[in-house]
C-alpha cells in the first residue's frame, strides 16, 4: 500500500448511534481514502476467515456485496452479514 491513513471505526449495535467512524484531527478528511481503507479491512477479515475455516471467503465476499447494495437501495436497510453457511 503506498498511501498511509489511519481510521477507527467503533460499532455497538445497542448504542443509540450504532457506528462512529474517526479520524486524527492532523489527518485531512478523504471519504473515498477511508472507504479504501475500510475495504482493505474487510478483504483482511474475509482472508482471516477463510484461513482459520469459519467461512468460504467466496461467500464472505458475496454477502459483503449483498449487504452493500441492499443498504444503497434502502437507507432504513440494517442486518447483519451471516455466519459461516
Same mark, same amino acid.
Given at each position: 500500500?503506498?498511501?498511509?491513513?489511519k481510521?477507527?471505526?467503533?460499532?455497538?449495535? *445497542?448504542?443509540? *448511534? *450504532?457506528?462512529?467512524?474517526? @479520524?486524527?484531527?492532523?489527518?485531512?478528511?478523504?471519504?473515498?481514502?477511508?472507504?479504501?481503507?475500510?475495504?482493505?479491512?474487510?478483504c @483482511?477479515?474475509i482472508?482471516?476467515?477463510?484461513?482459520?475455516?469459519?467461512?468460504?471467503?467466496?461467500?464472505?465476499?458475496?454477502?459483503?456485496?449483498?449487504?452493500l447494495?441492499?443498504?444503497?437501495?434502502?437507507?432504513?436497510?440494517? @442486518?447483519?452479514?451471516?455466519?459461516? *453457511?
Open positions: 500500500m503506498s498511501w498511509k491513513r481510521i477507527a471505526v467503533d460499532i455497538d449495535t *445497542e448504542r443509540k *448511534e *450504532e457506528i462512529i467512524v474517526s @479520524t486524527p484531527p492532523d489527518q485531512d478528511s478523504n471519504p473515498i481514502d477511508d472507504m479504501a481503507a475500510l475495504c482493505e479491512g474487510i @483482511t477479515l482472508h482471516i476467515a477463510h484461513s482459520q475455516g469459519i467461512k468460504k471467503d467466496y461467500i464472505s465476499l458475496k454477502d459483503c456485496i449483498n449487504h447494495e441492499k443498504g444503497f437501495a434502502d437507507a432504513s436497510y440494517k @442486518t447483519y452479514v451471516k455466519d459461516n *453457511e
